[in-house]
Structures are given as structure tokens and as C-alpha cells.
Antibody, heavy 117, light 111 residues
Framework: EVQLLESGGGLVQPGGPLRVSCAAS????????MSWVRQAPGKGLEWVST????????YYADSVKGRFTISRDNSKNTLYLQMNSLRADDTAVYSC??????????WGQGTLVTVSS | QSVLTQPPSVSGAPGQRVTISCTGS?????????VHWYQHFPGTTPKLLIY???NRPSGVPDRFSGSKSGTSASLAITGLQAEDEADYYC???????????FGGGTKLTVL
């Protein structure tokens, strides 16, 4: 059974950094692209970033490009999202999702990131 | 606003049929990228409902069906049940943005 477990969320001041993680199990992690998707309070789903299975290729939404960095450690079956220069509008639940081609077949429960002073 | 456009809300009585539209453009749905649909109950993880425009994962009832034409796609739900009350999102890929895109979501209310 695929399991995705996010951690690392919390309260951070505007302009500050935060790293969230996603521990994966139940599948061969390195064979699959992974994404981060977020949902701000009262809003819809928003794609944030994607990384290929081997970690070579990365993709970012314009709203986070230059501030967020996605990475993975296939030896630890873990996905990361390093978030810098955080803004109030980055406040959201951040979920990792496993790709099957161009769609997502498994999601984590998410971790809440709150950007506020 | 979202790259893919969905109605904010739809409603129907138990047993009825409802459809949810998803309108894109020539850089996503119109250029041939598939549309996928998710069912999301607040506080839970989204569930894949339809992939590749019209395919249902195992375990998804055949009351749910998807279609695509031109720059748009639709999700149809027949025999509406109270348990179908949830948020529904369409998703595709956009080659001008070089990224994955979601619709704004549609809240389904079962009257």
C-alpha cells in the first residue's frame, strides 16, 4: 500500500525559510516523479513543483520559481521542498503526490504551513 | 484565476444526473493533454476519479464518467447519492506554462 507522510510544517515569519518533507513507502520511490501541491485556506488545489524519478528534472509554478527548491533522496525514499522568502500568500496545506504519467494516483494528508508575523 | 475553468458549484437531487465542465485552452486540453478528475472531501486526501479523460480506476463506481472534446472536458455523475457531496477538480498539463494545472474546483451539493 502506498503511503505518503508529510512533515515539517509550522508557523514561519514572512521572509523566512522552511523545509517540508514527504516520507514515501509501499512503492519503488525512484521509479516515480513526485509533486508538491498546495491548498490555501478556502481555495482550490494549486500545483507547486515536480521532480523526476531520478531527480534530474525539476519544474516549478511561476508563483514559487526562484524561491522554492524541490529535491529528493532516493536512498531515504524522501521528497523535500525547501521554501525561502516565504510570503503570506504561501500559507497553505502542502501535500506530496505520486505521479502516474501526467496525473496523481496517491496523495499524502498534507502539512500546514502558516506564514505570519 | 485558474488556467482551467470550472463552475464554482453545481447541485442536484438524489438519483439525478449532474455534469461538471472544465474549460481550458489551446495550450492544455486543446493541444491534446489528457484531463483527470479528483474527488476531494475537505480534510481528506483527494481521490483520483477519472484519468486519461474517461478511464476509471478500479473501485470507482461506473456512475462517474468523463469525456473530452476540443478545449473542454466534462465529468458526469448519474444516480446522484448523498455521499457524492464533495469538491471536484479537473487537472491537466499546460505546455506554455510547462507545468501541471488544476481547475478552480466545483462544490457538488446533493439537495
Amino acid at each position: 500500500e502506498v503511503q505518503l507522510l508529510e512533515s515539517g510544517g509550522g508557523l514561519v515569519q514572512p521572509g523566512g525559510p522552511l523545509r517540508v518533507s514527504c516520507a514515501a513507502s509501499g512503492f519503488t520511490f525512484s521509479n516515480y516523479a513526485m509533486s508538491w501541491v498546495r491548498q490555501a485556506p478556502g481555495k482550490g488545489l494549486e500545483w507547486v513543483s515536480t521532480i523526476s524519478g531520478n531527480g534530474v528534472y525539476t519544474y516549478y509554478a511561476d508563483s514559487v520559481k526562484g524561491r522554492f527548491t524541490i529535491s529528493r533522496d532516493n536512498s531515504k525514499n524522501t521528497l523535500y521542498l525547501q521554501m525561502n522568502s516565504l510570503r503570506a500568500d504561501d500559507t497553505a496545506v502542502y501535500s506530496c503526490a505520486k505521479h502516474s504519467g501526467y496525473y496523481y494516483d496517491s496523495w499524502g494528508q498534507g502539512t500546514l504551513v502558516t506564514v505570519s508575523s | 484565476q485558474s488556467v482551467l475553468t470550472q463552475p464554482p458549484s453545481v447541485s442536484g437531487a438524489p438519483g439525478q444526473r449532474v455534469t461538471i465542465s472544465c474549460t481550458g485552452s489551446s495550450s492544455n486540453i486543446g493541444v491534446g493533454y489528457d484531463v483527470h478528475w479528483y474527488q476531494h472531501f475537505p480534510g481528506t486526501t483527494p481521490k483520483l476519479l477519472i484519468y486519461g479523460n474517461s478511464n476509471r480506476p478500479s473501485g470507482v463506481p461506473d456512475r462517474f464518467s468523463g469525456s473530452k472534446s476540443g478545449t473542454s472536458a466534462s465529468l458526469a455523475i448519474t444516480g446522484l447519492q448523498a455521499e457524492d457531496e464533495a469538491d471536484y477538480y479537473c487537472q491537466s498539463y499546460d505546455n506554455s506554462l510547462s507545468g501541471w494545472v488544476f481547475g478552480g474546483g466545483t462544490k457538488l451539493t446533493v439537495l
